[in-house]
């Protein structure tokens, strides 16, 4: 079935019926045929879908504007030529015939505006005029493979305009002397769509445009091809986003050019899964490519190439990420030159921390600054004040003060390390061809730094671990396996003695310490790297051997336990009525036995409250054996009942409670001994 433009309506609007003549397939003069606008009508019988058999021609040598406004066109293939405007707004023009012998095509003279318009469909169309894909003022206009898959929601479920997914066949051809263009604002390119710009033509985004590309499409830059930034535009990850975490992002193949105009000073991206033969000329400001390669660029005075991805779509501020751990720029001063920046595959050697980054000149590339940017998932385990570049056997020094190079001999120098986001930067200033070369990053041996004391609460103010003597875990990290060893310290100025090496594994592991006395620790390793001093607080245990789990009012609750170690020490009961609050002491200090035994019995007050009571036991100092006071790891819970009730022991039931003496952590620089002005302790 033909459609064919006649403008008998006399209005200029697409869905006129009177405007198009129909011809049947048998036809062999006039239309014979009612006159119907070639749209897809829900409301209508299933014959006004003209996915399978519509063929539309619109021809004008005056000039001709078409306005196809809320209409969606369903059709099998598509010819616009002669100087034609096809002005859409919230309409959709889908093509379904197959290539090559049904591909739909817009001549050299038309145009075809998109406002917040759909364009595409499985089929070919071959563009030969000026695509307005984006225009400000108008809505967000989508190139896609699936109309079904985009609109469903905005057409509420009342109709299903594709019975069965089409096939990701769709594919929009930009044709020598073609022009497309993103002007100002995003649009959205979907569902496993193409748009491949030929030899000669040209996709354009233009100020801050940009084109949020789902990860099932593809643009490509055919030689002669080219993919202009006039502005600061972008490519962004799209709506439909990555299948999984793995980061994966939309294919750009450039085997043609893509061009960062002059007069561009902001910050662009192709946030893509970039590739081809093709070249970057970055005129003026910052062009990263995201997967880690720019690819042979020419880089202008003052322009900036990279490889970062972006970090949010709304400004395209390269960052890391989980799945994107490093990246690189390099900025030339006053230069013109070739420049490559790559990102290699593998860790080599096996001390680096990421894959080496690769920069080759053409030419004389002159002064011009290297910027390393890494994860904290990298550097928060080694301290990003600890990480070293190399390009060579040697780091690279630090620059003077006022940022120029240490002395006469050296090509570059590191003129800062800066955290910004979730990310570390390194800049390296560099001079006369300095830039080239292979740089990686390596760390010193790094002992995390613990809470102070590593063990216990505060150190006049601790709750007792569950078990004496304790151990704890202090975090280390080595890029490769190595030792480290343990030493003892009284007093942080005592001179410190021998534990024990263990052999740690290449990156985080930790040094167990088994803690006897309260005092300090530290961790060294062969090179003379020590870690700063822990403090370790002992304190004993209190272990619950037998209890009383309910009692009248005015009845005895009788605990007891023993003290590890098991030798002499002084204790005091603690208690909590019902409800949440403070343990309180109760009675007087009391002494365990000679191994370390103890027994309480409590009379309740014949006027008690009813409910759950607490009781803890909090251990005295023991100075001559380097313990400090601790309340018990478990309190008792003990039911005081109204009536009397015949008593029933039963293990002890743990309770969590917390200190409230204030902060339980020191900072690096300072290792004084710190008592609470009270200590108290919470029970829920």
Known sequence: MLFKWSGGGGDGKWSTDANWDVYSPAATGGPDLPDRAPNFRPEAAATTDDSSTGLVCV???????IDLVFSR?????????GDVTLDTTNAAIMVY???PGAVSSFGPDTTLNLHGSYLGGPGRIDFGGHLEWAVLGGGTATLTNDLCWDVVESYNGLVDECASEPPATGQLRVLDQAVVDVNGRGVNLSDGYDVDVLDGGTLKVTDAGYIAADWTTHIGVAPGGTFELTGDGNVFEGKLGSPSESGILAEFVNDGTVVKDAGSTGISSLNVRYSGTGTIDVQSGTLNVANGTTAPSVVGAGATVGTGRCAEAATCVPDTSGTDLQNATVTLDDANAGLSVVEEQVVAPEKDLQPAVSVDAVGDAGDGTLRLTYDRAIVNQVGYTRVEVFRGPSPIPSCAANGDFPNGIVTACVRGRTRLGRSVQIDIRARANGLEGQWRAQARPHFYRATDPI????????????SYPATVRVPIWHRVSGNVSLYRRVTPTSPQSFVKTVVTPAGVS???ITVTKTGYVRLGEPSGLYSNLYRVVATGSVKYTRLTRKVSRGKVVTIRGTVTPNRLRSYQLYVKGPGGGLLKPLGKVRSTSSTGAFVVRYRTPGDARIGTWRFAIKLAKDDARGLRPAMSFRAVKVYVAPAPVTPVETPPVSTDYRSTSGPSG???VSWELRAAATCNYYVP
């Not at 021809?59 to 504007?65: A, I, K, Q």
């Not at 066109?73 to 030529?81: A, D, F, M, N």
């Not at 063990?455 to 569950?466: F, L, N």
């Open 97 to 99: 015939g197959a290539a």
């Open 666 to 668: 020191l900072p690096d």
């Open 455 to 466: 063990i216990g609460g505060h150190y006049s103010c601790a709750v007792a671990p569950s």
């Open 59 to 65: 021809s004008s040598t005056p000039h001709l504007t």
């Open 73 to 81: 066109v369903h059709v099998q293939q598509l010819e616009i030529r």
């Open 510 to 512: 930790s040094m167990p």
